[in-house]
Structures are given as structure tokens and as C-alpha cells.
């Protein structure tokens, strides 16, 4: 089955609402044509500028969150619910990124309430898993990507496996200029693809797009991308850039 090759940019924290807005626009004439599926997570103190511009734009990108909390509302300082960031406009939302589970101590569980919250506000999650350096020089690669979703999909049924994307993202990868090579993204993409099928049955493992993260630039996109099982890139760096993001959107054709 053909899947729709999905890129995200990850804004993490960059970006001014203004400067926000400026890389919006060059962004949509950049990306009027473009075949791949796109989706751009800023700040959330920017998210609501950014729906507008798209609005405006009436832009087919889709505007994701970086994060999210597992409860609706309640006394959380500092957090933004799901509900919220529908309320806000976004379409989907990633979580489990390796910068929430390193510095923020976020956990496989939960992840895993936090991919529940978001499916029921009918938000589209990237789920991020990957290992670390040590673990892969150790060996442990699959033994730490399988954990990570074998827990953050737990409980979930097939047609809620369906509607996730999952990110491949080395962590020794992730801004480090030092991507997986396409042999090293292939292997661990096959091995989701099995998992997912274990999990979700045959159509969730033909139909959930598998992105690749981790140092994605211009010049190694199409490489990476045109793997069987690499359905996309979550970008991070290079998602600032509104050419070098074109770019890698362009190498997803
Ligand atoms: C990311 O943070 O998801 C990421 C992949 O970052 P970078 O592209 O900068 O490595």
C-alpha cells in the first residue's frame, strides 16, 4: 500500500509570534504544490498566529503542538491540554519526543495517557521513540524502541493504532548534524512495521506513516526518505529554514 509520506517540522523553542508569522508565509508559497502530507508544531505561545496565517493562506499545512498533558483541564500550572490545543486549532500533536523524556522526565506511561488524551480530542499524535547512544553501542536498540511502544500504544485497539504516526528519532541523531544512515533508519522502521502489525494487526502497520528524526537536512532526505519504510521526517533544525524545509518536503515527492 502506498502511504502518504508526512513531514513535520518541530519548531521547539524558536520563534517569536512575529517571527513565526514571517516563516508561515514563506513557508505556504513555498509549499503550495507540494505532494507530501505537512505539518508545522510552533510554540504554543505562536500556535494561534499560525492558525490564522494559515487560515488566511487557506494553506493545507497542518499545525501541531510539541506537547501536551494527559488531563483536560485542571490545576497544572505551565501545562496545555489536549483539548486546548484542538480548541486552539491544531490538528495533531507530538509527544514522547526525546527532549521531554531526557529533561522534562516524561515517561513511557506517560506517553502512553498522553497519546489516549490526544486520540480523544481527535488530535493526530507523532508518537517519538528512539534510543540513545549507549543503548545502541550497547546493543539494546530494538529492546528500547520496542519497550517505549509497546508502552505508549498499550490499551489502545486497532483503530486507534490506525490513526497514530510514529517517529523513529536516534536520540544520538536529534541535533547533533549526525543522522542514521538510510540502512540504519530501514532496519529499525522494518522492525516498528512488525511491531505494528503485532499490535494494531495488517492495516495499522500498512496505514500509520513511520517519520524518521534526527538531523534531516536538504542533502540527506531524499536518501533517508526513499527507504521502504521510512514514510517521512520529523525535523527539527532544519525546519527553521523555510528553503532547507521546502527542501526536504521536495525530496519526500
Ligand atoms: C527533532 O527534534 O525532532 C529533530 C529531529 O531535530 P533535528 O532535526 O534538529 O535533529
Known amino acids: 500500500m502506498a502511504r502518504r509520506k508526512f513531514v513535520c517540522g518541530n519548531w521547539k523553542m524558536h520563534k517569536t509570534g512575529q517571527e513565526a508569522l514571517q516563516l508561515v508565509k514563506d513557508?505556504?508559497?513555498?509549499?503550495?504544490?507540494?505532494?507530501?502530507?505537512?505539518?508545522?508544531?510552533?510554540?504554543?505561545?505562536?500556535?494561534a498566529q499560525v492558525k490564522w496565517a494559515l487560515s488566511q493562506a487557506r494553506s493545507p499545512l497542518q499545525l501541531f503542538g510539541q506537547n501536551c498533558h494527559h488531563e483536560k483541564q485542571g490545576a497544572f500550572t505551565g501545562e496545555v491540554s489536549a483539548l486546548m490545543l484542538k480548541d486552539a486549532g491544531c490538528d495533531g500533536v507530538i509527544l514522547g519526543h526525546s527532549e521531554r523524556r531526557q529533561l522534562f522526565g516524561e515517561t513511557d506511561e506517560g506517553v502512553a495517557r498522553k497519546v489516549k488524551a490526544a486520540l480523544a480530542e481527535g488530535l493526530h499524535p507523532i508518537v517519538c521513540v528512539g534510543e540513545t547512544l549507549q543503548e545502541r553501542e550497547a546493543g539494546r536498540t530494538w529492546e528500547v524502541v520496542s519497550r517505549q511502544m509497546r508502552a505508549g500504544l498499550a490499551g489502545l485497539d486497532t483503530g486507534a493504532v490506525q490513526k497514530l504516526t510514529i517517529a523513529y528519532e536516534p536520540v544520538w541523531a536529534i541535533g547533533t548534524g549526525r543522522n542514521a544512515t538510510a540502512a540504519q533508519a530501514q532496519e529499525v522502521h522494518g522492525q516498528i512495521r512488525g511491531l505494528l502489525r503485532e499490535l494494531g494487526g495488517a492495516a495499522a502497520a500498512d496505514a500509520v506513516r513511520i517519520q524518521y528524526g534526527g538531523s534531516v537536512k536538504p542533502d540527506n532526505a531524499a536518501e533517508l526518505l526513499g527507504q521502504p519504510d521510512v514514510d517521512g521526517a520529523l525535523v527539527g533544525g532544519a525546519s527553521l529554514k523555510a528553503e532547507d524545509f521546502a527542501k526536504i518536503v521536495e525530496a519526500a515527492r
Open 27 to 47: 513557508l505556504v508559497q513555498r509549499l503550495s504544490g507540494a505532494s507530501a502530507q505537512v505539518g508545522i508544531a510552533p510554540p504554543f505561545t505562536a500556535v
